[in-house]
């Protein structure tokens, strides 16, 4: 085993603290804060936003019945889309992985085939038009890869799906921190919007040069909002973390207990935030050359630039928080055990943004599907039968769909991480003991996991 672990905390039931980090964090959240709800403020009162809300008040005051009932119908359905999310993980497993491959391959292929048979694009001009078959043939060819020459792995995938599901259903608090970033994304986004709209508006109007010297509070608030934002998704992905991994040794942590973890490991989430933020602006400015670049080679050597710069960060750090919140890790140490991690088994790493996102790709589906039916019947009996009502109202219940997609794709994304995560420790022999791996789930990700090292060999 390391030499610290979250687990030997979680027993003592006495986790480490920052007390330093946590009142830095105070003043940087506070003062953007306080900066946002005073711009909030005084836009409110200067665009009379009162008087606006008055204006609709009839409106609302005659449809409270339908407003009520469809935010309660709304938020019923997000608990029970979540829920049969959790349920459809723990049940089928890989077969979301094999309909997620069928669906990408007809999204990408039936467009060409429908153009084809139409007559709008001619066999004999393939040669012409190759490059539209490009995203149709990766996909194809990644799809025979994985159950072809990965197919073991793919299968190891599926078994995790499954615990994933048993995880949220067993750990709802999973489910929390997600929610509350994707809230104080929301919410932090307007202060900043009212930030800029009131103290420095200049830098809204169309086609106006930063200048540094006269600028500077522009860059300042940048750097403060994408600091808040990333600190707090990390802090939330820690938490989320650290639930799932006290879990996995066969504990029954509470959302408080995740809380403490991520507070036991602020300082290194707080120096990760930087280093995310300093890789965002560095970014930023590359794609700022790439746009205003008069050649089209160098634009798009730009924009290439930009994005593989994002993709390795993003794939170095693959690991990074449930390695740190899970052995008391500094920044630096726990990008460099993520990069290992991901280095000695890459090939699942590939196989999770792949097969496994195709898969929880089909539960997303699901929770649109359930939400346009659901809304398709409300809006029927609300209207009597009224085709226009109907369809409006199905419409606004696909819309509010994505809040409960995106929450349950985003827990199942941290989820299934930590136990990739805690899979390969465990594998490694650096995790000894029990687990909560159920004993028929066990053995079948053991014989996954040996049948994918002879293959790979």
């Known amino acids: 085993m390391t030499v610290t672990d979250i687990y030997e905390y979680h027993e003592k039931q006495k986790f480490p603290s920052h007390k330093g980090a946590i009142a830095g964090l105070l003043i940087v959240f506070g003062g953007f804060i306080a900066f946002g709800v005073y711009a909030v403020w005084n836009l409110w009162i200067m665009y009379d936003i009162t008087g606006i809300i008055t204006s609709f008040l009839p409106f609302l005051a005659g449809n409270m019945w339908l407003i009520g009932a469809g935010l309660l119908g709304i938020f019923g359905m997000s608990l029970a889309m979540g829920l049969l999310a959790s349920l ?17 391959n007809i999204l990408t292929w039936g467009l060409i085939i429908f153009l084809v048979l139409t007559g709008t694009f001619p066999i004999s001009q393939i040669g012409i038009w190759w490059p539209v078959m490009i995203p149709g043939l990766f996909t194809l060819f990644l799809t025979l890869l994985l159950f072809t020459v990965f197919r073991d792995r793919v299968r190891r995938a599926g078994e995790i799906i499954k615990l994933t599901g048993q ?7 999973t489910f929390v921190p997600p929610l509350l970033t994707m809230i104080f994304t929301l919410v932090s986004a307007v202060l900043f919007a009212a930030i800029l709209v009131y103290f420095m508006p200049q830098v809204l109007a169309p086609g106006y040069e930063f200048v ?29 973390s650290a639930i799932t991994y006290i879990y996995m040794r066969g504990r029954d942590p509470t959302l408080g207990d995740g809380v403490r973890s991520s507070l036991g490991v602020l300082g290194a989430l707080v120096v990760l935030s930087i280093m995310s933020v300093i890789i965002a602006i560095v970014r930023m400015i590359i794609r700022g050359a790439a746009q205003r670049s008069q050649s089209a080679i160098g634009r798009g050597v730009g924009y290439a630039a930009e994005g593989i710069i994002g993709w390795v960060w993003a794939l170095v750090n693959y690991f990074t928080i449930p390695a740190m919140v899970a052995e008391e890790l500094s920044a630096t140490k726990a990008i460099k055990r993520s990069a290992g991690l991901v280095r000695k088994n890459f090939v699942d790493v590939l196989i999770k943004e792949t097969a496994v996102r195709w898969g929880f790709g089909v539960l997303a589906f699901m929770i649109f599907f359930g939400f346009a039916a659901f809304g398709a019947l409300f809006g029927w009996i609300y209207s009597a039968g009224d085709i226009f009502t109907t369809i409006i109202v199905t419409i606004v219940f696909v819309v509010f769909a994505s809040i409960p997609s995106t929450l349950v794709l985003r827990t199942f994304d941290i989820v299934y991480v930590t136990l990739l995560y805690v899979f390969i420790r465990r594998k490694e022999g650096d995790i000894t003991g029990k687990t909560a791996i159920p004993a028929s789930l066990n053995q079948e990700l053991d014989r996954a996991y040996s049948r994918a090292q002879q293959s790979g060999e």
């Open 88 to 104: 459809a993980a723990r049940r089928f497993g890989g077969t979301l992985i094999t309909i997620g491959a069928f669906v990408m």
């Open 212 to 240: 540094l010297e006269t600028d500077w509070p522009y860059a300042i608030g940048i750097v403060v909002y994408l600091f808040v934002v990333i600190f707090f998704y990390n802090f939330a992905y820690s938490t989320t």
């Open 167 to 173: 995880v949220t259903l067993d750990e709802k608090g």
